[in-house]
């Protein structure tokens, strides 16, 4: 099954235009793939039901799958599952690793089929013609081995075929039998894994010059404060960043692919996050990413494609999009689909739904090029909360505000590696000082060793302000979010109104909401009227200030404005009232006709 990379929609087999967007589609060449690679692009392929691929699993299922078929498997390893159960329960199925593969019938014993030393699977459909004039189906495998032939039967719709084809097409088309850790994240890998990791990052970025721009560098501090990583990695990190020397990124690269052989972990997938996170980190240039040398350069060395390029190009918009609309949860949940077919189709792979990492929203399982942490998680928690109308913001812009929330995090803990970034350059540069106070004559070494460290102090203090630029941001987005558009004011009216500080309630309130001039154009989807009589609307300023942002909510919520039972007794008084208004408007008019 193929996508199209520009639009998401599904492509036909041969096709040479897109039929949604019209894109011209390229050739595919096909390369031999890993057993892990190779097992995954045939299940997406497939039609059956039942099926899911790493990390899109039900974790109940998979403990289920696995304690049936078998105690030696390793739920980390295991790429995709079956689940042919007759109440998708994972009581019978497959369970896949990159070397065996499990099998269990409904009432039948467990088959355990290592992919090694296959010569060649054959399927075969037997049809019989029952004396009731219905046709009984038979499928079997043959597996050859050099020492034994293995047989496997149903006459169950157990998808056979599609084992043999994946069994056949590891004998023909596989390269290696790979069988990595697949659900492990990366802040949970080996410390020498994680310092690799930022190293061929920070290689990259004094790639050109030998210097880190203050863009790139907040971008970096974000990310290491995102993955919360040791104080002695970060001690590390530190020494090797503000280093003079400049190490070849090919052999910081051999030395990642090392560790992440000898710890069995994915390389392909570690590789295609640390592309995601370097183009995050290029925000400046991605219109244009292709004129870009030292980019296009370390990519290639990742071995990512233009089309995973463009994909991520895609996600960071997309992330953007999503904050700066402030788009609400059921606005973002349509890009679920058409964001997992962008990445099928450019072959990036863990995709986990909705996360971010130090810029963006939507994230993949290994990746960190986003800020969106476990969002899906943090859905599931707002879904099933229903309010009155009005009553509470999060119940629409839950996913948001997760969001703003954890961005808040990075950030305060990135100013804390800053500060200590900060503490570092003045003490290295408070030595140099010592040694040119002991020497009898200034060198000009000692010289350019103060000016470099100088240089760097600056950089550094620049990126803090940028920090503090967007953790403001984020302070006041994350606010509005909690904040109604429009305010309910009969509602306020009534929660407020036996209030011992209702004076000065109302006017806190009516410094942020106004009500909507002629010539205002002002967002009021999700604001729902009760009752369709002339009253008058007010509306969140958008020029107003996080001071009284932060008083407004606190005014809100003093006067129980999102509580639940509180509000609706309000709502239904309101409702009273203009229930009883109308009635005497109708009653006064037919009296005076």
């Not at 370097?278 to 290639?300: F, G, P, R």
């Not at 570092?424 to 060198?443: P, R």
């Amino acid at each position: 099954m193929n996508f199209c990379s520009e639009c998401g929609n599904e492509l036909t087999e041969g096709a040479k235009f897109c039929t949604e967007c019209g894109l011209k589609l390229e050739p595919v060449i096909e390369a031999k793939l890993s057993s892990e690679e190779f097992i995954k692009k045939t299940l997406l392929a497939a039609k059956e039901p039942g099926i899911s691929i790493v990390p899109d699993f039900q974790e109940k299922k998979l403990i289920t799958l696995v304690k049936t078929l078998s105690a030696d498997i390793n739920p980390a390893k295991v790429i995709a599952i079956v689940d042919t159960s007759n109440f998708s329960n994972g009581r019978a199925g497959m369970v896949f690793t990159g070397t065996t593969a499990y099998i269990k019938e409904s009432f039948s014993a467990v088959e355990t089929i290592p992919y090694k030393g296959i010569d060649f699977v054959e399927y075969d459909l037997e049809k019989e013609l029952l004396e009731n004039g219905k046709v009984k189906e038979k499928k079997k495998i043959s597996i050859k081995y050099k020492e034994e032939i293995r047989e496997i039967y149903t006459e169950t719709s157990y998808p056979l075929q599609v084992l043999a084809d994946i069994l056949q097409g590891i004998k023909d088309n596989v390269e290696t039998l790979d069988s990595n850790n697949q659900m492990i994240q990366l802040q949970n890998l080996d410390p020498a894994i994680i310092e690799l990791y930022f190293r061929v990052i920070i290689a990259y970025l004094k790639l050109k010059d030998g210097i880190i721009a203050k863009n790139e560098y907040k971008e970096l501090i974000s990310l290491m404060a995102r993955l919360k990583i040791s104080k002695i990695v970060v001690d590390k990190l530190r020494d090797y960043r503000f280093s003079e020397d400049n190490e070849d990124i090919d052999v910081v690269l051999n030395k990642l692919k090392e560790q992440l052989k000898m710890h069995q972990v994915s390389s392909n997938a570690i590789y295609q996050s640390l592309g995601m996170d370097i183009i995050a980190i290029n925000l400046k240039v991605l219109d244009n990413w292709q004129a870009e040398e030292t980019l296009v350069y370390i990519l290639e060395k990742l071995r990512i494609t233009a089309k995973q390029v463009e994909f991520t190009i895609k996600k960071i918009n997309m992330e953007k999009k999503i904050i700066e609309k402030r788009m609400n949860d059921r606005e973002i949940k349509p890009l679920f689909t058409k964001f997992t077919a962008l990445a099928t189709s450019a072959g990036v792979t863990g995709v986990s739904g909705f996360g971010l990492g130090t810029s963006g929203l939507i994230t993949l399982a290994l990746g960190t090029g986003g800020i969106f942490i476990g969002a899906a998680g943090a859905y599931g928690v707002y879904k099933g909360i229903k309010f009155m109308t009005g009553t509470n913001e999060s119940e629409k812009f839950g996913m948001r505000m997760s969001v703003l929330t954890e961005k808040m995090e990075i950030l305060r803990a990135s100013n804390v590696y800053i500060i200590e970034d900060i503490i570092y350059l003045n003490e290295k540069t408070s030595d140099l000082f010592s040694e040119i106070i002991k020497g009898e004559e200034l060198k000009q070494e000692l010289i350019e060793n103060i000016q470099h460290f100088m240089m760097k102090s600056k950089n550094i203090s620049e990126s803090s302000q940028l920090v503090e630029e967007e953790q403001v941001y984020s302070e006041k987005e994350l606010i509005i979010a909690q904040l109604p558009t429009v305010l309910n004011e009969d509602k306020f009216m009534e929660l407020n109104k036996d209030n011992i500080q209702r004076m000065d309630n109302l006017s806190v309130i009516y410094k942020a909401y106004k009500i909507k001039r002629e010539d205002e154009v002002i967002e009021t989807e999700g604001a729902e009227a009760v009752f369709e009589v002339e009253e008058q609307k007010l509306y969140l300023a958008e020029n107003t200030d996080i001071a009284t942002l932060v008083e407004t909510l606190k005014t809100l919520q003093d006067v129980g404005y999102f509580h639940t039972a509180a509000s609706s007794i309000a709502q239904g008084k309101v409702v009273a009232k203009k229930g009883i208004e109308s009635l005497k408007k109708g009653l006064f008019g037919k009296r005076h006709e």
